[in-house]
């Protein structure tokens, strides 16, 4: 209903296209490494992607490596789960970031006005506790010329969880059986992608060199740079155990089930992998090795069950005293639920900014950030650059997420926060058309950018005034640590914490549709 609404009474605009767009970023940000190995989360069933593709995330939490430094934009998610194997593959992750990161920067030296991005998500699933199978798509771009399509990223990890092992394609299949999986898999392909049969000529082994151990089969991913021609995506075809036979390396006794087994309980969180420096750091932005706190020395000030150490705020708010609001980004996450239990205690609210594709995979916790009186406002569906992207993609990513923020929260969004800041005429004008306004922050303490709460802390009270709207994000511990201080400490000062749009319902009193909002003054 929310989308035939605010079409009924669009003015159709005239078609704004890149080139000619104003395009804001915020401050350069180096690479940081990933959060600690944690826990996989409860697992969901596996959603049929019958629209927005939704991240299935039955094993694992996910880390993200980030790279802002304009013009190179990278988002690369993977997962994390307390597994010998996350070693392996946050190497992957962070190998990808330096490869493109390296091809980008040959790209600029011939063409100034390059543009890259690198954009990867991750599903994952737990089968029968023993097996994660874990896809990892996506793409990135390296060209100034936004019609040249970008290159698909496709990379498999399928682990063997009491073994302590990664399986190759030959432990899951029995290749001298190569013949007969084939031709299962030409007929499963023309029975799962009838469209495809016209371009399907000679496969052979190269084409089972992605496989996902899945709950109904075996998941093989075809990526059209390799396989298949230019005008199909990359596809997946489900190879069903039972029609594998024999043939099948990991069938078991007994059988795999073809439903997901809770997780293990979180555990404490491992020692951490060693790491090297993304690239050669040549620019002093990047070669950051902090890991986010995971070495022990970053651990939490005081204990949560001690109770607050000042009062509680109250429930009421006082339009006369200092007021600020916290924004969390990149969620719903590991620490999601330990940040409520913080903002729970204190009695203050929050706007958490969440990625669409996330979602469904941690929806509990939005459910409750609801309850408590937070607000959750989306921050696009899958972390692209929006100031990239056209009118209409940029449409899709904010009501693709609006949509499923309103499905599981029961709560109306108008407003959201761009992605590394990126801000495009093109987006403000849509923005306008679809009647929100876009989030952006006048604190940034840049705990993307360091593991050390100690430094978060005191940016935030070096730059902490009235009407403040202060940018964190939510997936750090060193982030969660700061603010078990700054919250009782700036509570002892006066300022009243709300959440964004009570911020600018009492500083600002009109928010336009399509406006930037900075921090909670008029100006």
Not at 22 to 40: E, F, K, N, R
């Amino acid at each position: 209903m929310r989308r035939f609404f605010q079409f009924c009474g669009v003015i159709l605009i005239a078609l704004i296209v890149y080139s000619g767009s104003t395009i804001t970023y915020a401050d350069s940000m180096p690479i940081p490494l990933p959060p600690s190995a944690v826990p996989s989360p409860t697992p969901r069933p596996v959603i049929v992607n019958d629209g927005p593709n939704h991240a299935i995330i039955e094993y694992g939490w996910p880390a993200i490596i980030k790279h802002n430094n304009d013009p190179f934009h990278a988002y690369i998610r993977f997962p994390q789960g307390g597994h010998p194997s996350d070693e392996v593959i946050y190497n992957w992750a962070h190998g990808l970031s330096v490869s493109i990161l390296s091809e980008f920067r040959a790209v600029l030296n011939e063409d100034p006005r390059a543009r890259g991005e690198v954009n990867v998500h991750f599903d994952s699933f737990l089968v029968d506790n023993r097996y994660a199978g874990i896809l990892q798509q996506g793409d990135y771009s390296v060209v100034f010329d936004p019609l040249v399509p970008p290159i698909d990223v496709v990379k498999t990890f399928n682990i063997d969880l009491p073994g302590n092992t990664i399986l190759e394609s030959n432990d899951i299949l029995d290749y001298s059986q190569s013949d007969r999986i084939l031709e299962l898999l030409r007929e499963r392909m023309i029975f799962e992608h009838p469209n495809t049969e016209r371009s399907l000529g000679f496969i052979d082994e190269s084409w089972l060199h992605f496989l996902v151990i899945g709950h109904e089969g075996i998941i093989v991913v075809l990526d059209k740079n390799r396989l298949l021609p230019e005008d199909f995506p990359t596809l997946t075809v489900t190879l069903p155990y039972e029609d594998l036979g024999d043939a099948l390396l990991i069938r078991g006794n007994p059988p795999l089930d073809t439903a997901p087994v809770p997780s293990p309980s979180p555990t404490p969180m491992p020692t951490p992998m060693p790491t090297a420096p993304p690239d050669d750091g040549q620019d002093g932005q990047d070669g950051q090795d902090g890991q986010d706190g995971q070495d022990g020395s970053d651990s939490p000030d005081g204990d949560l069950s001690t109770g607050p150490s000042v009062p509680p705020q109250s429930g009421s708010i006082d339009p006369r005293a200092p007021m600020i609001a916290l924004s969390f980004d990149d969620g719903p996450g590991y620490y999601t639920n330990q940040f409520l239990d913080l903002l729970e205690m204190y009695g203050i609210r929050a706007t958490f900014c969440v990625v669409g594709n996330l979602v469904n995979a941690h929806s509990e916790a939005l459910v409750r950030a609801v309850s408590l009186g937070n607000e959750v406002i989306g921050h696009s569906w899958d972390h692209k650059n929006l100031a990239k992207l056209s009118a209409d993609a940029v449409r899709a990513q904010i009501l693709d997420t609006a949509d499923i923020i309103e499905e599981v929260t029961g709560t109306s969004v108008m407003m959201f926060r761009p992605p590394y800041g990126a801000i495009s005429d093109t987006m403000r004008d849509v923005a306008r058309e679809l009647g929100f306004s876009i989030l952006y922050w006048s604190v940034d303490p840049e705990d993307w950018n360091t593991d050390d709460s100690e430094a978060v802390y005191d940016s935030v009270m070096q730059q902490v005034r009235d009407g403040s709207i202060i940018l964190s994000h939510e997936i750090y511990k060193s982030t969660l640590t700061a603010y078990q201080r700054l919250i009782p400490e700036l509570l002892s000062r006066g300022f009243q914490f709300v959440t964004v749009s009570e911020l600018l319902t009492y500083r600002v009193r009109e928010v336009l549709p399509g406006h930037v909002y900075y921090n909670g003054h008029p100006n």
